[in-house]
């Protein structure tokens, strides 16, 4: 549903769907994520962090215990996801949850062909970068702890 929020912490994985899914057990309706690379997620320092997800119907949710984090992908990566049955993508990080359709991501692509979200304490930037245009505007729920 448009409010809901995922558990992603359940799960650990930052490995392909045909592994099997940790968790405590309990049936949540999660399934593991989708198969492929289709975003990163990075630190301060450009190197790839470890992060959760888990995929509940369409949606997509991605989470790191970090104060500091960037998704980011390729909107030819998106278009996959769209075609794997992913429509919404939740990133949480420990301050801040943004959500957002993956259609409407693809509609700024004429912005370029990398986007970027990122989560800075409770500040949250979404862009275009080649243009670095801002497209915060995309994000349906943003919270901040």
């Known amino acids: 549903s448009p409010g809901e929020t995922a558990a992603p912490v359940e799960y650990r994985m930052q490995t392909s769907a045909s592994e099997p899914v940790q ?13 492929g690379h289709f975003y990163q997620v990075v630190g301060q ?9 888990a995929q509940k119907k369409d949606v997509l949710a991605i989470a790191t215990d970090s104060d500091f984090a960037m998704l980011t992908g390729k909107m030819e990566d998106i278009e996959a996801l769209r075609k794997q049955g992913v429509r919404r993508i939740i990133f949480a990080t420990k301050r801040a949850t943004s959500t957002f359709l993956l259609s409407e991501l693809l509609e700024k692509r004429a912005y370029g062909e990398i986007w970027s979200l990122i989560h800075d304490g409770e500040n949250v930037a979404f862009t275009a970068v080649e243009k670095k245009m801002d497209i915060s505007s995309i994000l349906t729920r943003l919270q901040t702890k």
């Open 45 to 53: 320092d450009g190197k790839t962090m470890i992060f959760a997800t």
């Open 23 to 35: 968790g405590n057990g309990k049936s949540t309706g999660y399934k593991a994520p989708v198969q």
